[in-house]
């Protein structure tokens, strides 16, 4: 059982709450807020004074579709050398995985950071690409190699996305029903809150810039409760400690001289209008889309989900992972059906994991 190290600030917070006597559903886009949520047992501390809290599109690999990780396998069976994340090795799709392709006899390589991959690169005599993913908090560091000579065999599959879009289409599509939004905390260290600050005024939403400890969390939630109770719709930045108002100019900068922001889907979305983070003209001589159009042209068609997997719904906040037939049956960490399963930062790896302790 968890003791909090200030268990009873934890405990004020939550009398707090429960004093406003209301109901709150909220939405946060973050895997390392859900895992907090969940590990802790925040969610039923909280569900006892009315606030229910969903999960969104806020894990990476989740995110990335199966036409993009299709893609990536198409690459590595065509003789590339193919360099990912290690979650991303085994997210499932109908043409097999990225670790399917590299049992086959391909050249699949799991890296730890982009630097790792351009040293790879130097040391391989075919083509290498990168397949670069995550939202604001990693997409600068992709710039960083970009801006200094690279070895001419070493190219870069971005699928990095960004913040602003997937919310805004969260609320437009209005599926999901929420009455504020705690906003992920890494990502605002690199852009600052002010990005946040469009949806407040368009949506009336109030939003929480959050950090990820469990006191984080619960006060994010009692400042959220406090601004629907005074009737305010703002963007309030709990993580003070890390969080500035103009982020970090330097990685912005980063970020605006190596992308163009352009339309993509997302998965369990349709097209989703400068959602997604491309890379500029400029560097087209080691931007996979390009140095590798001809074997892309080839990919397979890949379905979207494997039949009977509800990722897409999950990602969407309409269901929990518990919720779907598959989950712990035939989905498991080991027998993935779907991306949410796979990834750390997915719901139903994050629910399977710690979904039974309680605080």
Known sequence: MYKYRDEGTAARIIEKIGAMNGKFTFMHVCGTHQDTIVRFGLEEMLADVGVEIRQGPGCPVCVTTSKEIGDAIHMARSGITVCAFGDMMRVPTTV???????????????????????????????????????????????CVPLQK????????????RICPPILKTIFDMGETKVQGMIEPGHVAVITGTGMFQPLAREYKMPQVVAGFEPLDILMACYMLCRQIEEGRCEVENEYTRLVKPEGNPKALRLMEITYVQEDRAW?????????????????????????????????????AEARGCRCGEVLRGLIRSEECPMFGRACKPMSPSGPCMVSAEGSCNIAYRFGKMKV
Do not use: W
Request: hydrophobic share 40%.
């Open 96 to 142: 097999g995985t990225l670790n399917d392709a590299k049992a086959d006899g391909a050249d699949v390589r799991v890296v730890y950071s982009i630097e790792d991959a351009v040293k790879m690169a130097s040391e391989v005599d075919r083509d290498l690409v990168f397949v670069a993913v995550g939202f604001e908090t990693t997409a600068p560091s992709t």
């Open 149 to 160: 000579e690279l070895p001419e065999n070493f190219s870069i599959y971005s699928c990095h």
């Open 267 to 303: 998965r369990g979305f349709p097209v989703i209008g400068k959602s997604a983070l491309a890379l500029k003209s400029k560097y087209e001589s080691h931007d996979a889309t390009k140095v590798h159009q001809d074997i892309l042209s080839g990919a397979p068609e890949v379905e």
